[in-house]
């Protein structure tokens, strides 16, 4: 099975500041029928579904501000949120859609404000 | 607008059986992948499994497979996750999940997210 490892667990940053979060597959996502990423993140508040944020690695979903980004390839992968706002406190979680039958999630990051 | 609107919460003992649904609305139904994500009160998300309406092709998480049944009704546009015995570990609220466009192997990002359903088994 492949594992996604995030880190941390959880931080706490400063309003403005910046917010980075660790996504590592134990598998490469990278597809190379297409040479995409199978990487999406995702941006779960209190109550609410998860949000997808980015797919691709890197493409941000369409309304997402862009303070969020993503990057890395095959196995390692990165968040950051550039001057975090009061409203990106969450969890964010990653997870590959590549790799049948489990489509798994990373562990989740809960990001708050220092 | 493309939705996935999941049935009401559900209170249940253990042992009992139980079908939550997910209707699909304002796309192909038989042409996109649906999953399903539990999340235990606090935790993460897990995906459960997989399945396309199309031709019924159904791809379990290791640890749900024989747990849980997941199914498609085409005619009702409504994709359904079944429990033949209930169990307190799940306790959760499940999402079902559409990806963002429509293919073969491997789905897209899932984009289109249920609003959940709570489910509760206590005795």
């Known amino acids: 099975d492949i594992v996604m490892t995030q880190s941390p667990d959880s931080l706490a940053v400063s309003l403005g500041e910046r917010a980075t979060i660790s996504c590592k597959s134990s598998?490469?996502?990278?597809?190379?029928?297409?040479?995409?990423?199978?990487l999406a993140w995702y941006q779960q508040k209190p109550g609410q579904p998860p949000k997808l944020l980015i797919r691709?690695?890197?493409t941000r979903e369409s309304g997402v501000p862009d303070r969020f980004s993503g990057g890395g390839s095959g196995t390692d992968f990165t968040l950051t949120i550039t001057s975090l706002q009061a409203e990106d406190v969450a969890v964010y979680y990653c997870?590959?859609?590549?790799?049948?039958?489990?489509?798994?999630f990373g562990g989740g990051t809960k990001v708050e404000i220092k | 607008e493309v939705k996935l609107v999941q049935s009401g919460a559900e209170v249940k003992k253990p042992g009992e059986s139980l079908k939550i649904f997910c209707k699909g609305s304002?796309?192909?139904?038989?042409?996109?992948?649906i999953g399903w994500v539990r999340q235990l009160p606090g935790k993460g998300l897990e995906w459960m499994g997989i399945i396309y309406p199309g031709d019924s092709d159904t791809r379990y998480s290791p640890p749900f497979q024989g747990q849980v049944t997941i199914s498609a009704d085409k005619s009702n546009t409504t994709a359904c996750l079944q429990w033949s015995s209930l169990r307190a570990s799940d306790t959760g609220i499940y999402y079902c999940?559409?990806?963002?466009?429509?293919?073969?192997?491997?789905?897209?990002?899932?984009?289109?997210w249920g609003q959940g359903t709570k489910v509760t088994v206590s005795s």
């Open positions: 598998q490469s996502v990278l597809y190379s029928y297409n040479n995409k990423n199978y």
């Open positions: 304002g796309y192909s139904f038989n042409d996109y992948w």
């Open positions: 997870q590959q859609h590549l790799i049948s039958p489990h489509l798994t």
């Open positions: 999940v559409r990806p963002g466009y429509s293919s073969g192997w491997p789905p897209g990002a899932f984009e289109v």
């Open positions: 691709w690695a890197s």
